[in-house]
């Protein structure tokens, strides 16, 4: 096994390995293609997935979820893995966005009223709505960040309209994700904001 040099905890020797294992299970994977993987440098670009775990009921108030965007990130889609539903609160259900005491900040930008009474991945969607002339577009749980929405109506050819794009992180000065849960009287909820991104270089 190689000899690791320190002096103190400052690393001052450098070690050349051809196996290398952890908890007993062997890296496989050349160093090339570690730097494919994770070198934003050697890449350009890299998909990112960033995690928040909540681990206690949310107070009703606009959160910070400690996840900061980079300041150059493609946005493509953020969403709430419920865990535990929230059965207590009146209104169940939870913003997510970017925190409105920054500069551009939107508290409702990338989900807008997503249901926490269920346990499962939550998604910003559209609501189609069958009525008696026509069938449209309702409503919407999708952020103005992620999208663009027009509700329809019941009358013939007013079907609305929607679609999604994502959200550049340098179109603003705010990067930092926030949660808000509908209603300050939750007890019972859990769950994680999973924020899906590309780097850029």
């Given at each position: 096994?190689?000899?690791?040099?320190?002096?103190?905890?400052?690393?001052?020797?450098?070690?050349?390995?051809?196996?290398l294992e952890i908890?007993?299970?062997a890296v496989t994977s050349t160093a090339a293609e570690i730097n494919q993987v994770a070198d934003l440098?050697?890449?350009?670009?890299?998909?990112?997935?960033?995690?928040?775990?909540?681990?206690?009921?949310p107070t009703g108030s606009e959160q910070d979820a400690g996840i900061d965007l980079p300041a150059k990130a493609v946005v493509l889609d953020v969403l709430v893995d419920v865990t535990a539903a929230e059965v207590t609160g009146?209104?169940?259900?939870?913003?997510?966005?970017l925190l409105s005491s920054e500069s551009g900040g939107d508290?409702?930008?990338?989900?807008?009223?997503?249901?926490?009474a269920s346990t499962g991945l939550k998604r910003g969607v559209a609501t189609v709505t069958a009525g008696?002339?026509?069938?449209y577009f309702s409503a919407t749980t999708r952020g103005a960040l992620l999208g663009s929405f027009v509700a329809g109506s019941d009358s013939a050819g007013d079907v609305g309209t929607v679609y999604e794009r994502p959200h550049?992180?340098?179109?603003?000065?705010?990067?930092?994700?926030?949660?808000?849960?509908?209603?300050?009287?939750?007890?019972?909820?859990?769950g994680t904001i999973v924020v899906l991104y590309v780097e850029v270089a």
């Open positions: 096994m190689p000899e690791r040099i320190t002096r103190g905890k400052a690393l001052i020797g450098t070690a050349s390995v051809t196996a908890g007993g299970t440098s050697a890449r350009g670009a890299l998909v990112r997935c960033a995690t928040a775990s909540i681990s206690s009921a009146g209104t169940k259900t939870m913003n997510v966005g508290a409702d930008g990338f989900l807008v009223g997503v249901s926490c008696g002339s026509e069938t550049l992180s340098d179109s603003v000065t705010a990067k930092s994700i926030s949660y808000t849960a509908g209603d300050s009287d939750w007890v019972e909820f859990r």
